[in-house]
Structure formats: C-alpha cells, structure tokens
Nanobody
C-alpha cells in the first residue's frame, strides 16, 4: 500500500518561510511526477508546483520567485520551500504523486495546514 506523508506546515508571519516535506512509502516501482496542491477555505484545490521524474518543473504564477519545489529520488521525497509568504498563501497543502505499482494512479497526502498571519 502506497502512502504519502507530509510534514512542515504551521503558523508563520507574513514574509516568513516554511519548508514542506512529503515522503512516499510502500511498495511501488516508480514515481513519476510529484506535486504540491493547496486548498483555501471556500476555494477549489489548485496546483502550486510540480516536478516530473525527468526534472521538469512548473509553478503557479502567484508563487513564482517565492516557492521552490525539489525532489530527492533516493528518498522518494518532494519538498516545497516557501519564502516571502503572504496571507493569501494560507491553505491546506496537499502532496500528490503519480506512482506506478501494477498500474499508474495518483495518490494524495493527508494535507498540512499553512497559516500566514501576524
């Protein structure tokens, strides 16, 4: 059974930084893309950043220059370094991965709360 376990959320003041981590565990062959999504209250879940197994990276426009996604293949882990945080970044952040076991499907983490407030 594949699991994605997130950590690193919390409360931070505007302008501060947080680093999110997401580790995949269980039995699988390969991890294709990994990504971070977020969902603010009353809004739809949206893609924040993604990274493929080949290293291609994509960011939502609102986080470009502030957030950095990275991936450690040996640890099956994806990170999201968030700098210059703004109140509008407040949301539950979800890890997502496309993983091949006996077939390919998406997996989701449980979510971690990020609150940016003074």
């Amino acid at each position: 059974q594949v699991q994605l376990v997130e950590s690193g959320g919390g409360l931070v003041q505007p302008g501060g930084s947080l680093r999110l981590s997401c580790a995949a565990s269980g039995s699988f062959f390969t991890i294709n893309a990994m990504a971070w999504y977020r969902q603010a209250p009353g809004k739809q879940r949206e893609l924040v950043a993604s990274v493929t197994s080949g290293g291609s990276i994509n960011y939502q426009d609102s986080v470009k220059g502030r957030f950095t996604i990275s991936r450690d293949g040996a640890k099956n882990t994806v990170y999201l370094q968030m700098n210059s945080l703004k109140p509008e970044d407040t949301a539950v952040y979800y890890c997502n991965a496309v993983i091949y076991t006996t077939y390919t499907r998406q997996y989701w983490g449980q979510g971690t709360q990020v609150t940016v407030s003074s």
